[in-house]
């Protein structure tokens, strides 16, 4: 069973006329805060969402629209899916895993 | 409305023994084939979509989990989408429009 | 030997005004033209790139900065980079292979 | 004048044998340590650089390579570049803002 996938959200809003995007990105997160079955975490350059790859999913549209409803014309989103078999993973255990701290 | 959106994804089977992953590729094409709505093109890094948002996302999870069907025991996926509301775009417009060639 | 990778460029310009990106696009193309041991091909989703690493990373910060050049205050690229050791690889012949036309 | 920069790279080596790739990530880091001028931090799905674009452009073959001196034949890297002319950002900057405790 796959179960639980990690993934990445980058979304930009085009033509804002600012550069700024911050407020525009808050708003994306609205759809995350309190998703059942979600953890994530904001970082410099997106966000990681980890769960079910289908709840990610249904996310995903609402989270590339936010910018729209604030007046934006176009958005361009990235999402990046890391899904394996062999053994779960989290957010922290990647990370562990690398630092060489993991099991 | 949005109608279309662009999208482009990639996807790569991790730990496979071989670093040929073009029998993979052609497995995550199938649920493309014969897709009712959707346009796609095979690129050398990716494959690009042209669809309704929700259509495309509903290919996804199908077209990410092809190589765990092939013995994969890992997949990184990437997608990528682009949204516009101003006014409809299509995979031809998008590059005739930066050549010089659009309306 | 690494010899040539392909790559794929995205750049997105920020805070536009406007959400038509084609004449930014058009101008990140240039430092591409005649650039020596380089090909490339304008897809509707980027760039792709065949060419020595190094070259191509060369090439990057013209084509990242093209468009401060042209008002934008903020730009966000992708570059996606496939290299491999184990047998020659060009644009043509990755897309050959998942359609079963290769060697 | 463009000053840092914000980048992320993710390294995907691929035909490993093994979906495990903790041990190739974490030599992929190795050209960051002690790097003049450059600031990293590691996530989940990927490292998140801050430094001037040139400096990071001069790291990336050298960690894009890292997986093959480790018998990997192939490496799929993806670095996206943040940079901005309005204002100085910091990773942290870019975090806070979205939180809302930005100046």
Known sequence: MEGQ????ISIIPVGTATPSLSSYIAACLDPLKGAEGIRYQLTAMGTIIQGPLE????????????????GAQRVVSTISIDGRRDKPQTMESKV??????GP
Do not use: C, N, S
């Open 55 to 70: 709840r990610i999913l249904e996310l995903v549209p609402q989270m590339h629209r936010a910018p729209f409803a604030r």
């Open 96 to 101: 562990e895993a690398v630092l060489g701290r």
């Open 5 to 8: 996938v990690i993934a990445e």
